[in-house]
């Protein structure tokens, strides 16, 4: 089950080049592995599919932002497995769509939108019918998601000193955690400004006995899919250098993170580094055209 699209072409790049420090940086190229269900969102997806497969239910619902890869993989899972999708989508419907709602609307997916303050709640308008329905959280927040994403590990080893990883719910954080070796750190980016619960929403998915993690909370440029010419002109920079596309949302702020301590030893030398290349290109055509070269 959901192993038609069983990632097989996922690589281990090393871009230690790019670091110049005194470590050994490699990515885990998660972004490979399919163009819509991408990155760490096949992994958080794939044992809540199974689930709502095996419970015979024919509808899934989950919730989102205007430019959530968590819509669109959902959308396009729910697809390949002959499910209906209803994306509960935060704030008033736009006058023009996303590109990203375009396409998970193209793919089948209902979209219903609603009140930012009604969404903080999760609440779902009286109109659709959920008795037959499987929920799943916004960005699959949730046990079985952490569950899907500890899998990610298997795509690496124990030789690795250091994962580092992009966090937005902290689901995959939580995944990487539980399935890393004690003697490995994993050292999480919060892409939000002061988002400081997620302390606690990890903790719930991983059990207090696991403390080798860390979440940082100064990288996230202004906040949630904020940006700056700064981060964008890195973002360039690491393309020309490693011929790998990374996304304002999410990676370009690890890479650039990852890039700052490395420059200030927050990692000692001889350590080895892998960073967790999550996917999720789908921000970038909120950009202006030619801002990126790729
Ligand atoms: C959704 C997403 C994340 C965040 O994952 P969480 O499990 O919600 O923390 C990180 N990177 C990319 C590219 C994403 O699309």
């Known amino acids: 089950m959901f192993t038609d699209v069983v ?31 991408s990155g760490n969102k096949w992994f958080k997806l794939r044992y809540y599919i199974i689930e709502a497969l095996a419970q015979n239910k024919k509808t ?28 509960i989508i935060r704030g008033e419907e736009p006058a023009t769509p996303s590109a990203t709602l375009l396409q998970a609307k193209a793919m089948g997916m209902q979209l219903v939108f609603i009140k930012r303050e009604d969404y903080r709640h999760q609440s779902i308008p009286d109109n659709i019918t959920i008795s037959d329905a499987y929920m799943i959280h916004e960005g699959g927040y949730g046990v079985t998601g952490a569950k899907g994403a500890a899998t990610i590990y298997d795509y690496m080893d124990e030789s690795f000193t250091h994962i580092c990883c992009a966090v937005g719910t902290g689901t995959m954080m939580a995944g990487l955690i539980n399935a890393s070796a004690a003697h490995q750190q994993v050292v999480g980016i919060s892409v939000m400004k002061n988002n400081f619960s997620l302390q606690q929403a990890i903790q719930s998915l991983t059990g207090k006995e696991k403390n080798n993690w860390h979440l940082l909370h100064d990288h996230h440029f202004g906040g949630y899919a904020k940006h700056t010419p700064e981060l964008t002109g890195f973002m360039n920079s690491f ?34 580094l892998l960073l967790i290349h999550s996917g999720g290109l789908q921000g970038n055509s909120s950009l202006a055209k030619g801002t990126l070269m790729f």
């Open 60 to 87: 899934i619902i989950t919730f989102g932002g205007a430019w959530s890869n968590h819509i669109i993989a959902t959308a396009a899972a729910c697809k390949l497995y002959g499910l209906n999708a209803i994306g």
């Open 7 to 37: 990632p097989e072409n996922i690589s281990i790049d090393d871009v230690t080049d790019f670091f110049q420090n005194d470590v050994q940086v490699s990515v885990l190229r998660l972004d490979k592995i399919h163009a819509l269900i």
């Open 239 to 272: 393309y020309r250098s490693t011929g790998i596309p990374t996304d304002f949302v999410y990676t370009a702020k690890l890479f650039y993170a990852v890039k700052a301590l490395a420059g200030k030893n927050y990692f000692s030398a001889g350590s080895r």
